[in-house]
């Protein structure tokens, strides 16, 4: 696929986005959905520790999150690219809320297990590879093309915001109430979700009828082609998919380099936490401003290189403050990350693949996750509680360096024209 030569005017105009169109109650729906994540993210573990000692069977709970990503990311990019997206993340959201729903029944009622948390947990992230599939190729033709990159983060610095600094601080308060009230609460967002889905302007133009005899493995392997054919979105799948294993190095041990390296207990964790949280707040608002001045693959190529100086400052300096300062830079980068690489993949990839395209990049970026996690557990085991930032900032730049190459060609292409 050839480089867009129109990328740095329109990067150059003045991006006005109106809430109007649609864009305002598609915001409205991430975000109130996202809201309702939040507080089932840290509602679940919280029950898991209440039902069981084992903290295999509670690690299993998050595990139960990543799994249906790599087994079924790639199928849910090709149903979303095979049916009306509206429809489709109405649907989903719909049977999310009856099934959270009758979890927060059952959990009040006393009848909750951790085999049924894990059935949960996997339920809905198995419905979760559909909608977030169908939500990135639907965004396209909600907004005009040259503000794609504030519409993306506008909706995930308010994702982020609903998630992190409301959901989270709600939960305890919710709990007092009752065990269950905190799914009961997500049920209703689920519901909320749909009904402003259901309610967008149907999309202008007609999708084009699919050839007869069309299956599924094909329309897999065509996206899995587009991805791999896209020299740059090939290189920045590369580079998230190196990243992501160093995040899942850094998350699974973050906890025990703050309270035990640090000395830093769990106020400190809760300060590191917080700080990337804003950090990622306060990338999310400049990240449409930084890609207008470097271009979103310089601004890419940029983050990652910031973040693995971030990594280096956590492994080797013994000290609170530098490590809540690093960590919100980090989170800050990471947003501006998040917004350019997926306005990028919906800018160069066609309309008709962008579903398919989203899922096998996200899903050979997810399945880093886990094994990062594993990786962060045997270094810390071997090195020290202050080894991982230092594997993770290694993996990064390796993520650097698979990129590099890719930003060169297209500055040159860029240039040439």
Do not use: K
């Amino acid at each position: 696929m050839s480089v867009s030569a129109s990328e740095p005017a329109v990067l150059a105009e003045p991006a006005v986005l109106s809430w109007r169109g649609g864009f305002g109650r598609l915001w409205a729906a991430a975000v109130v959905s996202r809201f309702g994540d939040g507080l089932r993210g840290a509602a679940l573990p919280l029950l898991a520790t209440s039902l069981t000692g084992s903290p295999l069977l509670v690690s299993l709970v998050t595990a139960a999150g990543f799994l249906p990503w790599i087994l079924f990311g790639l199928l849910g990019g090709a149903v979303a690219d095979r049916v009306d997206q509206r429809r489709a993340m109405r649907s989903v959201d719909a049977v999310r809320a009856v099934l959270t729903g009758a979890f927060a029944l059952t959990v009040a009622l006393g009848h909750a297990s951790i085999g049924l948390l894990l059935a949960l947990a996997f339920a809905l992230t198995t419905a979760q590879t559909l909608f977030d599939n169908a939500a990135t190729a639907l965004l396209p033709s909600v907004v005009p093309a040259a503000v794609l990159g504030r519409a993306n983060s506008r909706l995930m610095t308010g994702q982020t915001i609903a998630g992190a600094f409301v959901a989270a601080p709600l939960v305890a308060v919710l709990l007092a109430f009752s065990a269950g009230a905190p799914f009961a609460v997500d049920a209703a967002t689920f519901a909320a979700a749909a009904a402003l889905v259901a309610s967008l302007p149907a999309p202008a133009g007609q999708r084009p009828p699919r050839p007869a005899g069309r299956t599924l493995r094909r329309d897999i392997a065509e996206g899995l082609r587009a991805l791999w054919d896209d020299r740059l979105l090939r290189a920045l799948c590369a580079a998230n998919t190196v990243a992501n294993i160093g995040v899942g190095v850094l998350v699974a041990t973050l906890v025990l380099q703050v309270t035990g390296w640090l000395h830093a207990g769990r106020g400190g964790f809760a300060a590191v936490i917080t700080a990337y949280g804003v950090g990622s707040v306060l990338g999310g608002a400049a990240a449409e401003r930084l890609t207008r001045w470097l271009g979103r693959a310089r601004a890419l190529l940029t983050g990652l290189a910031v973040q693995t100086c971030c990594l280096v400052v956590l492994g080797t300096v013994r000290s609170l403050a530098a490590a809540v300062a690093v960590m919100a830079v980090f989170g800050a980068f990471g947003m501006v990350w998040n917004v350019s690489e997926v306005t990028l993949l919906q800018e160069r990839t066609p309309a008709g693949l962008l579903g398919r395209v989203s899922a096998a990049n996200r899903t050979l970026s997810v399945a880093g996750a886990p094994l990062g996690a594993l990786l962060g557990g045997a270094t810390a085991t071997a090195w020290g509680l202050n080894a991982p930032p230092l594997a993770a900032a290694a993996l990064f730049c390796c993520a650097v360096g698979v990129l590099i190459p890719a930003v060169a060609r297209r500055d040159g292409e860029l240039s040439a024209r």
